[in-house]
Nanobody, 127 residues
Framework: QVHLVESGGGLVQAGGFLRLSCAAS????????MGWFRQAPGKEREFVAA????????YYADSVKGRFTTSRDNAKNTVYLQMNNLKPEDTAVYYC????????????????????WGQGTQVTVSS
C-alpha cells in the first residue's frame, strides 16, 4: 500500500521560500503522475503542480508558474516542491498525491484522478 508523508511547511514572510517534501513508501513514483494540491481556509482544493517523471513532463498552475518547481530524488523516493517568492495568497495546506497511472491531458489537475494522498502540511505566508 502506498503511503505519502509531506513535510517542510511553516511560516515565512512574503518573498521568502520553502521546500516541501513528499516521501513515498510502498511503491516508486517513476511510472505514475505525482501531484501537488493546496487548500486554503474556506476555499476548494486547487491544483498546484504535477509531474510524470518517466515522460520528463511537469505541469504548473498559472498562479505558481515561474515561482514553484517540482523535482524528485529517486534514491530517497521523495518528491519536492520548491516554492520561491511566496505570496500571502499561497497560504494553504499543501498535499502531495499519487495517481495509480500516468495521467495525461485535462485530468492532470483534477484531484479525483489521484488515488493516494498525504496528510498535508501547512504553509503560511505573512505579508
Amino acid at each position: 500500500q502506498v503511503h505519502l508523508v509531506e513535510s517542510g511547511g511553516g511560516l515565512v514572510q512574503a518573498g521568502g521560500f520553502l521546500r516541501l517534501s513528499c516521501a513515498a513508501s510502498g511503491r516508486t513514483f517513476s511510472s505514475v503522475t505525482m501531484g501537488w494540491f493546496r487548500q486554503a481556509p474556506g476555499k476548494e482544493r486547487e491544483f498546484v503542480a504535477a509531474a510524470t517523471w518517466s515522460a520528463g513532463a511537469t505541469y504548473y498552475a498559472d498562479s505558481v508558474k515561474g515561482r514553484f518547481t517540482t523535482s524528485r530524488d529517486n534514491a530517497k523516493n521523495t518528491v519536492y516542491l520548491q516554492m520561491n517568492n511566496l505570496k500571502p495568497e499561497d497560504t494553504a495546506v499543501y498535499y502531495c498525491a499519487a495517481a495509480g497511472k500516468i495521467l495525461t491531458g485535462i485530468v492532470i489537475p483534477r484531484g479525483v484522478a489521484y488515488d493516494t494522498w498525504g496528510q498535508g502540511t501547512q504553509v503560511t505566508v505573512s505579508s
